[in-house]
């Protein structure tokens, strides 16, 4: 199992709890300081089956200020992302083949 985690965020926290209650073993990869390259990213998206756009926080002042309102290619979105891993929403939960949001934090519990 791998958690794309945020130490920071809350909701993140409470998603790694829940990992570590139910004993699965988790590579914790904080991806603000080791972003998701572009095709990592994409295959991420796809095990979501959420478009790149749904995966963006939208409220982070980068996002406000360059690209509220424009409109981006799914490629275009990813690179953004990488770009800006700040703007990933997290955490993003993966099992397998599977993935999930931690939002709310007890969507992890589909995948244990």
């Not at 130490?7 to 993140?12: D, E, F, G, Q, T």
Request: aromatic share 8%; net charge positive; charged share 30%.
């Amino acid at each position: 199992m791998k958690i794309y985690h945020n130490p920071r965020c809350s909701k993140s926290r409470q998603t790694l709890q829940l990992i570590n209650d139910a004993k699965k073993e988790v590579e914790i990869i904080e991806y603000l300081k080791t972003p998701p390259t572009f095709k990592e990213l994409k295959s991420i998206i796809k095990m979501l089956g959420i478009s790149p756009e749904q995966l963006l926080r939208k409220n982070e002042a980068v996002f406000k200020e360059q690209y509220k309102g424009k409109s981006f290619s799914d490629d275009e979105w990813i690179n953004i992302m990488v770009a800006y891993p700040k703007l990933i929403e997290r955490p993003i939960v993966i099992e397998g083949d599977k993935a999930v949001l931690g939002r709310p934090p007890e969507n992890v519990l589909n995948l244990i």
